[in-house]
């Protein structure tokens, strides 16, 4: 369980300046999915983003990442919804010192593999007795697995493994490689549609197949296609099959997968106190230098969740009060746990609205709504969840639209949480 991990995270021995091959360059054209190295230039600056396999970082790091936005940045700390860390605002000039002062940090273990390293896990894995193995020797495979194959760094910055201790946090992720742990002792990896189970010591060396298999099926797609996620294969690509092939090849068995039916998916961790551990959710995903700097002091150990929380390891002991005195949410009954937005105006030309101001104004009205609310500036959504959500995007009349599963959008006004409270309660035509 990630319990077991020291802090901060022991990183695989990669040599940092490892080049980028020119298969791998290749198959990355197009992909334009910012990394740390490779800045998106955004209206308010230069947007780096610092991938954090399974959301783990020693506080330490955390503080680095910090003073990093302090020094060069817009000082926020912005998360993302697959647990990594995002800083805006830079000069674009400052790649090489930012890199090198992530390597120092031990966040860049190589320069070639920096935006592949997608990986989230259970952030509560072995902290409240739940699940059904450690997943930390999990991340520390896969991780260095990665940064090892050169195969892997035509992965799409897109691409994103996910590591369940069985709880079933991580099912609805849509995560294009699955690990989850068995009762049998077995790790189930679902790849697209297609699932096998392995032997648990085998499921960071199948993970790895997967993706390296899948980039082969995705060489074969159709000329001018590109395919970047598994669910993007052509529909019979065979992918599992493949895997389980190769693995065979090798030496690993695994077998089929019986289908029981959809997995069980457990909610994320609520916000408060679990044994030797603090939840806190992070209002739209924005740490402020406050917000972070008392991270830094509640544990060791800290772990960013794919909700934009974090669950903070070690001696909590009057943390909650000094995390909520930041901003923070660090008990149950805030609103703020089902609501998202993404960076909005004035940081993205493409924004119609700011999001996230809208978002705090209406606030009172996420009580009515069966599902949680997601904010989008334009029709691209960036950052919207997976799971069911109300979707409330900005129309180019300056109002926003309202879209509900199963119901017709609706015009809805922001500056008044009565009447999209009454939109969002109002029964599925």
Do not use: K
């Amino acid at each position: 369980m990630l319990a077991a991990m020291p802090s901060p995270l022991p990183r695989p021995a990669v040599p940092p300046a490892s080049p980028v091959t020119a298969a791998a360059a290749a198959a990355a054209a197009g992909d334009a999915c910012p990394g740390a190295l490779r800045l998106h230039h955004a209206d308010d600056g230069g947007l780096a983003r610092v991938r954090v396999p399974g959301g783990v970082l020693g506080a330490a790091q955390l503080a680095a990442l910090g003073e990093l936005a302090l020094r060069r940045g817009d000082g926020d700390l912005h998360l993302t919804s697959r647990g990594n860390v995002q800083l805006r605002g830079l000069g674009l000039a400052c790649g090489e010192a930012l890199g090198r002062a992530l390597a120092d940090a031990g966040l860049l273990p190589s320069y070639a593999h920096e935006r592949v390293r997608n990986i989230v896990a259970s952030p509560l894995s072995g902290l409240d007795g739940h699940g059904v193995r450690p997943v930390g020797d999990w991340l520390r495979a896969l991780d260095a697995a990665l940064c090892g194959s050169e195969r892997a760094q035509a992965l799409s910055g897109r691409f994103l493994f996910a590591l369940d201790d069985g709880r079933g946090d991580m099912t609805s992720l849509g995560a294009d490689v699955t690990v989850r742990a068995l009762v049998s002792g077995e790790a189930l990896v679902r790849v697209g549609a297609g699932a096998f189970a392995v032997a648990a010591a085998d499921a960071p060396h199948a993970a790895l197949r997967a993706a390296e298999l899948f980039l082969d099926a995705a060489a074969r797609a159709p000329e001018g296609t590109r395919v970047w996620r598994v669910a993007e294969l052509p529909e019979g690509s065979g992918l599992a099959g493949a895997v389980r092939e190769r693995l065979a090849d090798e030496g690993v068995t695994a077998r089929t997968a019986l289908a029981r039916g959809p997995l069980p998916e457990a909610a994320p961790p609520a916000p408060g106190p679990y044994p030797g551990a603090l939840s806190v959710h992070v209002p739209l995903g924005l740490l402020s230098p406050a917000a972070w700097r008392e991270l830094t002091r509640a544990g060791a150990e800290l772990r960013l969740t794919p909700w934009r929380g974090a669950v903070v390891v070690g001696p909590v002991e009057g943390a909650a009060e000094r995390l909520a005195a930041a901003g923070l949410v660090t008990a149950p009954g805030s609103a703020w746990p089902r609501v998202g937005a993404c960076v909005g105006s004035p940081g993205c030309a493409r924004a119609r609205a700011d999001v996230r101001a809208d978002a705090a104004r209406a606030l009172p009205a996420v009580a009515a709504s069966p599902l949680p609310l997601y904010w989008s500036a334009c029709e691209r959504r960036c950052g919207r969840p997976a799971e069911p959500h109300a979707d409330v995007v900005a129309g180019p009349d300056g109002g926003y639209v309202l879209t509900l599963p199963g119901r017709a959008p609706r015009p809805v006004d922001a500056a008044d949480p009565a009447r999209l409270a009454t939109a969002l309660a109002a029964p599925t035509p």
